[in-house]
């Protein structure tokens, strides 16, 4: 079956730095994506990497290794307001959207 | 630039009824999706639409259905509300860039009594 597994909650200081990670089991890659959700809210785009490297933007940077199944998002100068969840998804070879369950990031002053 | 809205926020509603949230885009996307999200799961597609006219089941179709008269609107409607249904609904779509990012509604509370 198809999977994406990521950490349920991670807890970081302002100011800090923190790596979000990202592995996945699909059927067929056609991209990657990270969106941000804050309590309540709806999703909202972050990040799209489609080949392997790091793309940075801002604060915020994203990483994948397609022969690994392994992404990460990286965010630095840690402010109050990046307290949100971090989700996961994976464009199959049907160019479906496999989701996973989000990353809950408590950021403490 | 309204983007998509969702109507309505939240709704309580007792088991057996039939429900239907709407959405509606401005983007003229072709694409358009309904998920539920549920606590400690990934979003689960219900239904899609690729362009006005067709449809699609996701990952959870049951109980639901879907229409796509024009390119605008993607209600979702449930025939038969039972608890299970009870979840936060998210209409998105998309368009035919690069990356084909979603763009979501905020999203409709239903809890099923």
């Known amino acids: 079956g198809q999977n994406i597994d990521q950490p349920t909650e991670m807890t970081a200081t302002e100011g800090a730095i923190v790596q979000i990670n990202c592995t996945y089991q699909?059927?067929?890659?056609?991209?990657l994506f990270w969106y941000q959700q804050h309590a309540g809210e709806a999703p909202t785009f972050l990040s799209y990497n489609v080949l392997d490297g790091l793309e940075e933007k801002g604060r915020f940077s994203s990483f994948l290794s397609r022969s690994k199944g392994y992404s990460y998002l990286l965010l630095k100068e840690l402010q109050m307001k990046d307290s949100a969840s971090y989700l996961c998804a994976v464009r199959d070879s049907n160019y479906q959207l496999i989701w996973g369950a989000g990353t809950k990031l408590i950021i403490k002053p | 630039i309204a983007g998509i809205t969702q109507a309505p926020t939240s709704q309580i509603l007792a088991a057996g009824r039939r429900m239907t949230l709407r959405c509606t885009q401005d983007m003229r996307h072709n694409a358009m999706y309904w998920y539920r999200q549920d606590l400690g799961l990934g979003l689960r597609l219900i239904h899609y639409s690729n362009t006005a006219g067709t449809t699609g089941k996701g990952e959870v179709p049951d109980g639901y259905s879907v229409s796509r008269a024009n390119t605008d609107d993607f209600p979702l409607t449930l025939a038969s509300a039972v608890p299970s249904q009870t979840s936060v609904y998210f209409c998105?779509?998309?368009?035919?860039?690069?990356?084909?990012?979603?763009?979501f509604g905020e999203g409709s509370r239903l809890t099923v009594l």
């Open positions: 699909t059927s067929g890659f056609n991209g």
């Open positions: 998105a779509s998309s368009d035919e860039g690069e990356t084909g990012e979603l763009f």
